[in-house]
């Protein structure tokens, strides 16, 4: 790391063109922070399934190892689902991080439970597993959707913020939630207008917005020098492996 710049990688875990908008992540950009991005080669079209979480995987591990290679100090899976953060993990050696857990965790320190809002039906066993696997189930009061695809997101905005800012409500008022979760990074910039809505209603209740949470995250990290541990996340033995172009050419940089 650059003694005055940390780089950050945000990796979009999908092919589609302008899901994205480059112009958000720079607004979080700062003195002694550059975030740049990419999109994967080969994957899903948009993730709302384990299905599209697996194909998108290959990808991620593909783009987390160029950036590694050149010379990026952290990377950041751009969806809330995690996908492929495990093996990426293994893969790398400088620190990633996934927005779910990310902001999970920050959750969990600032809430006595919190509720997640997200896009479909589909997503809630994915987020529901995710929740067991960091730990903070106890926490979770419920897990609200808006019915809204994730391509579908642009179409309306007015339409999905009040999509959003209802379910909130219903999660404080009946679920019990002193704090809300954006639960798709495809929401980025929508934090504070929804809490404007809950506000409203008389809510004064805190929610967290996935990506610009763990931007600050990792660049925390990356400035102090912390990584995961290799020793839970081995590096594993090379193999021969079949297929997978775009990560076999990775692996080799």
């Known amino acids: ?12 875990p999908v092919i589609t063109e ?3 908008d480059i112009a958000d992540l720079r607004a979080l950009q700062g003195p002694g922070l550059r975030i740049s991005h990419t999109l994967l080669k080969e ?21 987390g190892l ?5 010379g990026c100090d952290g990377i950041i899976i751009d969806c809330f689902g995690d996908p492929g953060l495990q ?8 620190p990633v991080f996934g927005p779910g857990q990310a902001s999970m965790h920050m959750a969990g320190m600032l809430s006595q439970r919190f509720s997640i809002v997200t896009v479909l039906e589909s997503v809630r066993p994915m987020l529901t597993d995710l929740a067991h696997r960091y730990g903070v189930s106890g926490l979770l ?15 309306d905005p007015g339409s999905l913020l009040q999509a959003m800012a209802t379910e909130a409500c219903r999660a404080v008022r ?38 610009p949470t763990t931007v600050r995250m990792a660049q925390a990290a990356a400035q102090a020098g912390l990584r995961h541990g290799k020793r839970g996340w081995p ?15 990775a692996m080799n940089l």
């Open 235 to 249: 590096t594993p033995t090379v193999k021969p492996i079949g297929g997978f172009a775009q990560l076999q050419a």
């Open 18 to 20: 302008g899901l994205r």
């Open 43 to 63: 994957g899903p079209s948009s993730i709302e399934s384990v299905f599209e979480e697996m194909l998108a995987a290959p990808g991620v591990v593909a783009e």
């Open 1 to 12: 790391m650059n003694a005055e710049s940390t780089h950050l990688r945000v990796i979009t």
């Open 174 to 211: 009946d679920d019990g939630a002193d704090l809300i979760v954006l639960g798709c990074t495809g929401f980025l910039g929508c934090a504070e207008a929804v809490a404007a809505e809950l506000k409203k209603q008389g809510l004064d209740v805190p929610v967290i917005d996935p990506i």
């Open 66 to 70: 160029r950036a590694q290679a050149e």
């Open 87 to 94: 093996a990426a993990r293994e893969m790398l050696s400088i």
């Open 141 to 155: 009061a419920s897990i609200r959707v808006i019915d809204i695809p994730v391509l579908a997101l642009s179409t």
